[in-house]
């Protein structure tokens, strides 16, 4: 990067290097900017349309900088292309690269969001497994690892198939048992998801990964100081002849290569073993996933026994003279090591200091295998302090903290975005002459398919050991049990609130015939704001074709005239729908729909005629030109959006919720009209008394209170619509 330009930088064996005096002075502002941005988003945080419109900002800048990037690069294939670098000074070349490292930054974004849509499907896929499918991976896990630990050490290594298959598997087992661990030490029901709480954690952890972080900014800038200091000292370590130039861009692409090869799989194999070293923990060495199902099944049942809760050892005795059997778990709403606490105050992951007076119990030996009632906490004391009775997780990590993880993980994308943008800027001066660009593609890809390979296994490892034991975040789980609980269903009528008025027109309805129906539907579609945004292209794309006639050297001329008459066709299919959806009436409201209706079938003839009529063509595009003003109904797209909502969207509102309560009420009404023996009918006065009431409502009314009581009730209130059709069905007294 401190050269001029991809080819030979045009820089002397000392002095300061312009380009790196550019760089210096870009992260300087780059890193002030990300600054003032996070200072901003947190201040604005508060205010949600002001959140908006900073994205809204960021978003129309990304878009200008793309374009201005493809404009460079449509520059750069022009015949004048190879005299493009020599020309460009130190500041836009120092801009192009930018732009560069922009791309790369985009690609490895996108390539994240793909893994973390891909981790949160296979979390999912997990939790639906049920106790037959654990089962069943628990069997064929124990084959793979005896096909595993039965291959030799170098073949265990080589074996890449199966050790993918084998790490799997183990992958899936430590998500149900853990799964499982978690429900019971943080007192959750069964049917809380777990996978929802990992997906939380996992958001929050691919934030962090996708943020550059400061310090490699800063990394850099001292890189860029230190070499300008040497470069201006009496014996300078490198110079920067051109003799020099490609080796050091070739061994600066090999040192990063072999780093995103090695840092990724250190981290992963790291994350491996803390995850092991969890598993085999004594809390979950005395966790039965067994026995924990058989909790999950009886979780109703046993909160029937009271509000006390804790893990009941219970003992199989076939008399006095018979010895106890070996304790059976049963577990409820609390975990073992907190029964234990009260006795031996053992914290939630094994913290234990002992009471004054049980010395001897954690003394005690305990080599036989039969077991006693007292002997329960002693066995899980022992085992406590055969795996570190003072145990903490976060010792389990680099510097005992999980945070270096996490940075070397963004230092690896880090270095990933500038090794493809040194691919891509600096290809001249990394290959030999006469080498294809292409020939960097194996520079680029091994790393990147070694990095994602490793992320993938990683994050979701990284995201648990960081979110379960001691380091569970509790806002995350009260969130995630929030979202959890589920939403009223359509039989649940107290939660749907309507006003009389979408009432009478869910009525009205229920009550239209099936052709009606149809023309309602279409108009909602053909009218709504969506369809005008589709017409406004098509006429932008329109005209766009027929720009292009007049440039011979952009377009193949042969085709053209071929394809002009497709999109005038697709606007007569427009107009023949709105006839037949909102009726000839629609039309003669205002002039400039009739005025929209000539320039359409005008169109349309004269595309068909220019095929074979020649002289015509400056008539059809000036048809054509005055469609643009269509493009002014763009700013009425959010009135006629909001239009829609508010009258006819409101009016059909029986398509998802009211269509059933209103089938319902209809049976009901029916059933209680043919029971009815008093009066046979319901008079036309009751019932316009009934309407006009309805109207007098203003606020909006529960659905529960429209509910007809047919056991006390005296009559039924109907719209007077209905009753034509009622009549019929009631018997005469």
């Given at each position: 990067?401190?050269?001029?330009?991809?080819?030979?930088?045009?820089?002397?064996?000392?002095g300061?290097?312009?380009?790196?005096?550019?760089?210096?002075?870009?992260?300087?502002?780059?890193?002030l900017?990300?600054?003032?941005?996070?200072?901003?988003?947190?201040?604005?945080?508060?205010?949600?349309?002001?959140?908006?419109m900073l994205?809204?900002?960021?978003?129309?800048?990304?878009?200008?900088?793309?374009?201005?990037?493809?404009?460079?690069?449509?520059?750069?294939?022009?015949?004048h292309?190879?005299?493009?670098w020599?020309?460009?000074?130190?500041?836009?070349?120092?801009?192009?690269?930018?732009?560069?490292?922009?791309?790369?930054?985009?690609?490895?974004?996108?390539?994240?969001?793909?893994?973390?849509?891909?981790?949160?499907?296979?979390?999912?896929?997990?939790?639906?497994?049920?106790h037959?499918?654990?089962?069943?991976v628990?069997?064929?896990?124990?084959?793979?690892?005896?096909?595993?630990?039965?291959?030799?050490?170098?073949?265990?290594?080589?074996?890449?198939?199966?050790?993918?298959?084998?790490?799997?598997?183990?992958?899936?087992?430590?998500?149900?048992?853990?799964?499982?661990?978690?429900?019971?030490?943080?007192?959750?029901?069964?049917?809380?998801?777990?996978?929802?709480?990992?997906?939380?954690?996992?958001?929050?952890v691919?934030?962090?990964?996708?943020?550059?972080?400061?310090?490699?900014?800063?990394?850099m800038?001292?890189?860029?100081?230190?070499?300008?200091?040497?470069?201006?000292?009496?014996?300078?370590?490198?110079?920067?002849?051109?003799?020099?130039?490609?080796?050091?861009?070739?061994?600066?692409?090999?040192?990063?290569?072999?780093?995103?090869?090695?840092v990724p799989w250190?981290?992963?194999?790291?994350?491996?073993?803390?995850?092991?070293?969890?598993?085999?923990?004594?809390?979950?060495?005395?966790?039965?996933?067994?026995?924990?199902?058989?909790?999950?099944?009886?979780?109703?049942?046993?909160?029937?026994?009271?509000?006390e809760?804790?893990?009941?050892?219970?003992?199989?005795?076939?008399?006095?003279?018979?010895?106890?059997?070996?304790?059976?778990?049963?577990?409820?709403?609390?975990?073992?090591v907190?029964?234990?606490?009260r006795?031996?105050?053992?914290?939630?992951?094994?913290?234990?200091?002992?009471?004054?007076?049980?010395?001897?119990v954690?003394?005690?030996?305990?080599?036989?295998?039969?077991?006693?009632?007292?002997?329960?906490?002693?066995?899980?004391?022992?085992?406590?302090?055969?795996?570190?009775?003072e145990?903490?997780?976060?010792?389990?990590?680099?510097?005992n903290?999980?945070?270096?993880?996490?940075?070397?993980?963004?230092?690896?994308?880090?270095?990933?975005?500038?090794?493809?943008?040194?691919?891509?800027?600096?290809?001249?001066?990394?290959?030999?002459?006469?080498?294809?660009?292409?020939?960097?593609?194996?520079?680029?890809?091994?790393?990147?398919?070694?990095l994602?390979?490793?992320?993938?296994?990683?994050?979701?490892?990284?995201t648990?050991?960081?979110?379960?034991?001691?380091?569970?975040?509790?806002?995350?789980?009260?969130?995630?049990?929030?979202?959890g609980?589920?939403?009223?269903?359509?039989?649940?009528?107290?939660?749907?609130?309507?006003?009389?008025?979408?009432?009478?027109?869910?009525?009205?309805?229920?009550?239209?015939?099936?052709?009606?129906?149809?023309?309602?539907?279409?108009?909602?579609?053909?009218?709504?704001?969506?369809?005008?945004?589709?017409i406004?292209?098509?006429?932008?794309?329109?005209?766009?074709?027929m720009?292009?006639i007049y440039?011979?050297?952009?377009?193949?001329?042969?085709?053209?005239?071929?394809?002009?008459?497709?999109?005038?066709?697709?606007?007569?299919?427009?107009?023949?729908?709105?006839?037949?959806?909102?009726?000839p009436?629609?039309?003669k409201?205002?002039?400039?729909?009739?005025?929209?209706?000539?320039i359409?079938?005008?169109?349309?003839?004269?595309?068909?005629?220019?095929?074979?009529?020649?002289?015509?063509?400056?008539?059809?595009?000036?048809?054509?030109?005055?469609?643009?003003?269509?493009?002014?109904?763009i700013s009425?797209i959010?009135?006629?959006?909001?239009?829609?909502?508010?009258?006819?969207?409101?009016?059909?509102?029986?398509?998802?919720?009211?269509?059933?309560?209103?089938?319902?009420?209809k049976?009901?009404?029916?059933?209680?009209?043919?029971?009815?023996?008093?009066?046979?009918?319901?008079?036309?006065?009751?019932?316009?008394?009934?309407?006009?009431?309805?109207?007098?409502?203003?606020?909006?009314?529960?659905?529960?209170?429209?509910?007809?009581?047919?056991?006390?009730?005296?009559?039924?209130?109907?719209?007077?619509?209905?009753?034509s059709?009622?009549?019929?069905?009631?018997?005469?007294?």
């Amino acid at each position: 990067m401190s050269g001029g330009g991809p080819a030979a930088a045009k820089e002397g064996s000392s002095g300061y290097n312009d380009g790196e005096l550019i760089a210096v002075f870009t992260i300087l502002i780059t890193l002030l900017l990300h600054s003032l941005s996070v200072k901003l988003e947190k201040v604005l945080k508060r205010y949600k349309h002001l959140s908006e419109m900073l994205h809204h900002l960021y978003r129309e800048l990304m878009v200008l900088g793309l374009i201005s990037f493809g404009l460079f690069i449509l520059e750069t294939r022009t015949s004048h292309g190879a005299s493009v670098w020599s020309q460009k000074s130190q500041f836009e070349l120092m801009h192009i690269m930018i732009f560069t490292i922009a791309i790369s930054y985009t690609l490895i974004t996108g390539l994240l969001m793909w893994l973390s849509v891909r981790i949160s499907k296979l979390w999912d896929s997990y939790e639906k497994q049920d106790h037959a499918d654990y089962m069943a991976v628990k069997m064929q896990f124990e084959q793979v690892r005896q096909s595993f630990e039965s291959l030799n050490p170098v073949f265990r290594v080589l074996h890449i198939p199966l050790r993918m298959k084998y790490f799997k598997l183990v992958e899936q087992i430590s998500f149900h048992d853990l799964r499982l661990h978690f429900l019971h030490s943080n007192h959750l029901q069964p049917s809380f998801s777990f996978a929802r709480y990992l997906r939380k954690c996992k958001s929050h952890v691919m934030l962090q990964f996708g943020d550059i972080h400061t310090s490699c900014w800063m990394a850099m800038l001292v890189i860029l100081l230190v070499d300008m200091i040497q470069r201006n000292s009496i014996v300078p370590l490198f110079t920067y002849a051109q003799g020099l130039s490609k080796p050091f861009y070739q061994t600066a692409c090999v040192v990063i290569a072999a780093i995103l090869c090695l840092v990724p799989w250190g981290v992963l194999l790291k994350a491996r073993h803390i995850l092991a070293e969890i598993l085999c923990h004594s809390e979950m060495i005395d966790f039965d996933p067994i026995a924990a199902r058989y909790y999950i099944d009886h979780w109703k049942e046993d909160e029937e026994e009271g509000p006390e809760r804790s893990l009941s050892y219970t003992y199989e005795n076939n008399g006095a003279d018979k010895p106890a059997r070996r304790p059976v778990a049963h577990f409820t709403a609390e975990s073992a090591v907190r029964r234990v606490a009260r006795t031996f105050q053992v914290d939630h992951w094994g913290q234990t200091s002992l009471l004054p007076g049980h010395d001897d119990v954690v003394r005690e030996s305990s080599e036989s295998s039969e077991a006693h009632p007292a002997d329960a906490p002693t066995r899980l004391a022992r085992v406590q302090s055969l795996h570190n009775v003072e145990f903490s997780q976060m010792n389990l990590f680099w510097f005992n903290s999980h945070v270096f993880m996490l940075r070397m993980m963004q230092v690896s994308l880090f270095l990933m975005v500038c090794l493809i943008s040194l691919a891509i800027y600096f290809s001249a001066d990394l290959l030999p002459v006469n080498w294809p660009p292409l020939a960097m593609l194996p520079i680029v890809a091994t790393p990147l398919t070694v990095l994602l390979l490793c992320f993938s296994s990683t994050v979701p490892i990284y995201t648990i050991i960081i979110h379960v034991g001691q380091l569970v975040d509790l806002d995350i789980v009260i969130e995630a049990r929030r979202k959890g609980i589920k939403k009223a269903t359509d039989d649940d009528l107290s939660s749907v609130v309507i006003t009389p008025t979408q009432l009478r027109r869910a009525s009205t309805l229920m009550l239209m015939s099936r052709r009606d129906r149809i023309r309602m539907q279409l108009s909602i579609v053909m009218f709504g704001g969506r369809m005008q945004v589709a017409i406004c292209w098509l006429i932008l794309v329109h005209v766009t074709i027929m720009t292009l006639i007049y440039f011979p050297d952009l377009a193949p001329q042969a085709y053209l005239p071929y394809l002009t008459p497709i999109i005038p066709t697709l606007f007569v299919i427009e107009i023949i729908v709105k006839l037949y959806a909102a009726g000839p009436k629609f039309f003669k409201r205002t002039v400039m729909v009739a005025f929209d209706i000539t320039i359409v079938m005008s169109a349309f003839f004269l595309s068909i005629l220019q095929l074979f009529v020649t002289g015509i063509s400056p008539i059809y595009t000036t048809i054509v030109l005055l469609r643009i003003y269509q493009l002014v109904r763009i700013s009425r797209i959010g009135r006629i959006m909001r239009h829609q909502q508010e009258d006819v969207i409101q009016a059909s509102i029986g398509e998802s919720q009211i269509e059933m309560q209103m089938q319902r009420t209809k049976e009901k009404i029916m059933e209680a009209i043919a029971a009815e023996q008093r009066r046979s009918r319901v008079s036309v006065v009751e019932s316009e008394f009934a309407l006009r009431r309805a109207r007098s409502l203003s606020q909006p009314v529960q659905m529960r209170s429209l509910r007809l009581d047919f056991e006390g009730g005296t009559h039924i209130q109907m719209p007077v619509s209905a009753i034509s059709h009622s009549d019929q069905l009631s018997p005469r007294s």
